[in-house]
């Protein structure tokens, strides 16, 4: 099951559950305590970023045209699969940085004391599980949510001319009573 | 590397049988496998060179003479039917001890070759010349990268016998190197030496510095000049992109998505 992570930015609280949850899933140990000892400190792809008034968890899109994948020399930065989100290979990265230039997201970052690029993978893992991606499942107010391609696309033509995620879900109803474009 | 001829393979590794592309490298194979196997200079994104030894393994082959064995480096050695592989017989310890010795003659200043040579039980008196202070063992792994990956072909190695080194040619600052950092995120030993102070990228091992360009919103370090050109022409970012640090680009996403109520 792929799909794409919905934000409601005005049920953010900033309480950053989002974050740990993040921190913890991609650690070695899948624990708190454990992580926060871990040598390399783990690193949380979401993160909550200030926007006037309002506080907003913030992480990769998954672009459909991704200049990370488009821009990486490697094939490092990759899918697997049309929908599926954009992972690092880290076996072939090589931490030239091509994709942190191009994002114009400021998603992909080379983190110290690691030779190569992290970003969010959407919680491939645990997706493929049939679970839903970690900071999701922490997100206590449901500023994140989860869903599915297939549920957001039902009823509707094929998003022929869609040159992302972001403008596939602009053109489907928000089914939750939100905004209808 | 695949070029839709190669064909499967069945190899047997320490009494597992292990199934790879004939061709491929013999030490992706293991490792993928999860057998755990030492080595320094090995990166999947550049073609396998045999420089640091440390991958070395047993191999027979099936057809050869019972006693009958080869000791290689894996991550040169092409997987082919019928192999027999041991990464662990006293044979290959013995051997692999003896390159892992010589490397920490070489290069006893690189912190993780020290921690690597105690794990295999090796002391800081070694019977070989020290080069105190030396940090590099010379695999090459950097200027394989930039050549191959980025195509900057700014590092190479230069002199000959005991006075080769691994660096621009001559040595001079190279006008093709781009300060992309990615020789200082390969390297196995942390002998590079990247470092972005007071403007400038130096890179210590290189001797060369790059003019930093920074965020026109925050003043934080974007990259160097050659490396955002070299970024912009392979992912048709615009200028606006460029022009501010990943920190700056991401707080914009945050205010898009605010102003938008949802994403």
């Not at chain 1, 650690?27 to 006037?52: C, D, F, H, N, Y």
């Not at chain 1, 645990?126 to 991606?133: K, S």
């Not at chain 2, 590079?192 to 210590?204: L, P, T």
Request: glycine fraction near 10%.
């Amino acid at each position: 099951m792929s799909g794409v992570i919905k934000v409601r930015a005005e049920r953010c609280l900033a309480c950053n559950r989002c974050r740990l949850a993040c921190f913890v899933e991609h650690s070695l140990s899948k624990t708190l305590i454990g992580a926060i000892a871990e040598e390399p400190r783990p690193w949380a792809g979401v993160q909550v970023r200030r926007a006037g008034v309002l506080a907003v968890p913030t992480s990769c899109r998954q672009c459909e045209a991704a200049v990370c994948a488009a821009a990486c020399p490697t094939g490092a930065m990759h899918r697997d699969a049309a929908g599926e989100p954009v992972v690092v290979e880290k076996r072939l990265c090589v931490g030239c940085a091509a994709c942190v230039m191009v994002c114009p997201y400021g998603v992909p970052r080379m983190a110290a004391g690691m030779a190569h690029i992290l970003k969010c993978d959407q919680c491939v893992e645990r997706v493929r599980q049939g679970e839903e991606p970690a900071c999701v499942a922490a997100c206590p107010t449901g500023c994140l949510t989860f869903v599915p391609l297939e549920a957001r696309c039902e009823g509707r033509d094929a998003p022929s001319g869609a040159s992302s995620i972001l403008s596939l879900m602009a053109r489907i109803e928000d089914t939750r009573g939100g905004r209808c474009e | 590397m695949s070029d839709g001829t190669r064909k499967p393979a069945t190899i047997v590794a320490d009494g597992r049988e292990v199934r790879a592309e004939a061709g491929s490298s013999l030490l992706s194979a293991l490792i993928r496998e999860g057998i755990q196997v030492p080595a320094l200079c090995h990166h999947e994104a550049v073609r396998p060179y045999g420089a640091c030894r440390l991958c070395l393994v047993e191999v027979r082959q099936r057809g050869w003479k019972p006693g009958w064995s080869r000791l290689t480096t894996s991550c040169d050695f092409p997987v082919m039917d019928g192999l027999e592989i041991s990464t662990a017989t006293e044979k290959v310890l013995r051997h692999r001890r003896v390159v892992m010795e010589l490397i920490l003659a070489r290069a006893p200043a690189s912190p993780v070759i020290v921690r690597m040579a105690e794990g295999m039980g090796i002391d800081a008196s070694t019977r070989f010349r020290r080069q105190e202070g030396e940090a590099c063992m010379l695999c090459g792994l950097c200027a394989r990268v930039c050549s191959e990956v980025v195509g900057a072909h700014a590092i190479t190695f230069w002199g000959r016998g005991g006075g080769k080194d691994v660096g621009t040619p001559f040595p001079a600052e190279s006008g093709t190197c781009i300060g992309c950092g990615a020789c200082d995120a390969v390297c196995p030993t942390g002998a590079v030496g990247m470092r972005d102070e007071g403007g400038r990228r130096c890179f210590a091992k290189w001797r060369s510095e790059h003019a930093l360009v920074v965020c026109r919103t925050c003043g934080r370090v974007v990259g160097t000049r050659k490396q955002i050109e070299w970024a912009r022409e392979r992912g048709r970012a615009d200028d606006d992109v460029l022009a501010t640090c990943p920190d700056c680009r991401r707080d914009r996403y945050a205010k898009v998505i605010a102003a938008e109520g949802h994403m």
